[in-house]
């Protein structure tokens, strides 16, 4: 829905678009799992100077007139100073690139905004390092159940686990956009990191399927702290196939058993 309206489109201009039934875009809006090759097109699509490639070498049912505007909606994006940078920024870090590494998924913010605001939520005086291993067990079992990841995360190995790539940075973000901030919290000498959402989960940004999945690592690890979650963590494959700082491939989610 954030790139239709990106855009200025109706589910029904965007359906033609794209050369899709506009019961497709209804069921994708409404929460449904997109298919890869449609979601790795969504993808392309949210920069707008791929949105004028796609125009230009494409044969869209659209009229003149809304190829017109969509022209100028482009254009004018490409224009927007702010829009530009914050893309760029995140690109240099983050690829948008379906690929084994993501979960042949390109990184999805707004995704990954959910799945932290669903955790942090459900589980209060959430710390950072557990969080970070919730995420990774949503991300590979999805992956191994739905041949994708949820957010397009990499995840690293490190000391305490899997760790997403970068996650600093997008936590960093997070503070900024007033999402999620961390609360740094002493006790003697003993310092933690302590997530705390700033606004509820979004209606619609994650899918019935998705949720049930975050639904499922939760139970599994409400009652785990963060030094026994990082410890479960160090006996999957991936990890201990790996060696420090290397990503940790979505092949190896499929040797993950929770039971």
Partial sequence: RKIREQYGLSQ???AKLLNWGDKTICRYENGAVQDRA?????LFLREPE???TYLTENEVALDEKQIARLLETVEKLEQDTDFR???????LFFSKIPCEENGFKGFDYEKLCAMVLFFTH???????????????YSDMIFYKENGLSISGLKYAHLPYGPVPDNFDM???????????????????AYESHQVVPECDVPEGT??????EVLERIYEKFKNFGSVEISNYSHR?????ATKTGQIISYAYAMDIQLN
């Fill in 12 to 14: 029904r201009s965007f």
């Fill in 38 to 42: 449609h979601n790795s097109l969504l």
């Fill in 50 to 52: 791929n949105m004028r």
């Fill in 85 to 91: 940078v914050g893309r760029r920024y995140f690109d």
């Fill in 122 to 136: 459900k589980s209060e005086g959430l710390l950072k390092t557990k969080l970070m291993k919730l995420l990774n």
């Fill in 170 to 188: 997008i936590l960093g973000k997070m503070a900024a956009d007033h999402i999620a901030h961390i609360e740094v919290l002493y006790d003697g």
């Fill in 206 to 211: 994650l899918t019935v399927e998705e949720i």
């Fill in 236 to 240: 999957e494959k991936g990890y201990n």
